[in-house]
Structures are given as structure tokens and as C-alpha cells.
């Protein structure tokens, strides 16, 4: 059970200074291993940074919501929250439930939103403004993920552009998949896509690829595309820069082989963002 730790440092002109975790796809489920969460507890102890950024799917599914289990994780936030800044955006798994084998939508995050703070900010399509940083959350449709399995974009592009439209300062944009900006370099489709700085993206669990392997492609990607070209690290997109947590969590509590989470270990990102 090992963290893979990247480190990434990002000069700005903007007279901005700030030490961002960037953690995704925590996957919490009924007999969720809190070893894990422990675990990566006592590595941002160690990192102290000034903010902590969970770029979605934060739970797997609905079912654990219905249990007690669920508690053991909101203390978890609660911990991170009395310490540093933690700033959530949502991510597919965050409103799914399975039914016989199909998901389906749902839409309650009231056990999330119970725990927001004002060193506690979950972001569903808002912005959130900190010392001169905008911390921009956006959450892709349901339909998105589940009927055009990320290959359109549909309404997605205008409403990126209606969010980010009328921001200043340094601009942070976390969206769960990295695929609503790199496909068919979708990016280019967004208006105001200039203002953004700092792009942080989940979703693609490392493409499946251990840590030690260099370069940012995949094995698999979440649909099922074999080989993806751009599931990990960091990538120039535009004028800003993207980085792709590959996840605490690997696979499914359903997985068969959901045994290798522990084996390719947790990936948290360091990003010091640096005045010049």
C-alpha cells in the first residue's frame, strides 16, 4: 500500500503563491478499506498544503449512503477541513446508482453539502474565490457520461463558457473527466477558454498503468477505449496546463481483481504554484 506522490511546479505571473493537493476518485464504498484514507491522511499531514483539491468521485455509489458506513468518510473530510482549505468538485460516480446492472441518475448530495464550511466548499457548476485564485467548479450532465459516453459534448461548451465568462485573477478549472477539454481538442470550442490557467481532472485512474511507467498514455480508458493517448500527468493545453490525478482508487469495490488498488498505490499531486 504505497502513494505516489507527483510534484509539479508552476511559475505565474500573477502574483500568485499556493501549495495545492490534488486528490481524485476516492471510490468510498460499504466495507471501504480506511486504512487507505488514513493513509493519505497522514500524507497531507505531511505536505500541509494550502489547499486540498478532490476533483470528484468522491463516493462509488448511492448504496453507501444508505448505510452508517458512510460516516467514517465524512469525519475523514471534517479532519481535512478543520486543518486546510478543501474545495470538491463532483464527478459521475457522485450521482449514480446501480440497478440491476444499469445506472441511473440521482441527484442527492445533501450529505455532502451538509458538511460545506467556509474551509469546506463543494462546487456543482460554481465558482469559488480565494485570495485571488477562482476555484471553478463544472460537473458534465448525467447524459454526458452515460448516453454519449464522453464523445459530445453537447450543451457542455456553453455552459464552461457562461461560467467562466466574466472571471479574473488566477483561474483554477476542476473537472472530473479531461475529456470535455482534450477530445477532438474540444478546448478550442470553448469560448473564454483563455482566462483559464490551471486545469485538474480525474476520472481516467492512470489509464491503468502503474506510476513508475513514464509519459501520459493509458492501457484502457473509463470507456473502454484501449490505449488512450492522454490519461495521466500533465499536458499543455492551449495556454494553460492540465494535470490528471490517476486516483486513489484504481477499480470498482466490483472488480474481481479490485485486490490491485493496494498494489498500484494512491496518486496524490503536489502543485506549487509560484509568483515570478
Known sequence: MHIDKKKYIIDSDKNICAKIVQISDIHFSINYNLKRLDKVRKKIDNISPDYICIIGDLIDEYDVLQTNYINYFKDWLRYLSFKYKVIISLGNHDFIVNKNGVYKEHSNIDWLLELKSDSLIVLNNEIYKDEGINFIGYNPSFTYYYKYHEQKPLNCNDELSELIKNIDGYNILLVHTPSIILKNDNY??????????????????????????????GIVSPTKKLFPRVVRGKVNVGTCLLIISSGIVKLSRKSKISVLNDIYGYNINVINIKKV
Open 188 to 217: 478550442k470550442n470553448i469560448k473564454y477558454f483563455d482566462k483559464i490557467d490551471l486545469i485538474l481532472c480525474g476520472h481516467t485512474h492512470g489509464g491503468m498503468v502503474p506510476s513508475f511507467v513514464p509519459g501520459n498514455f
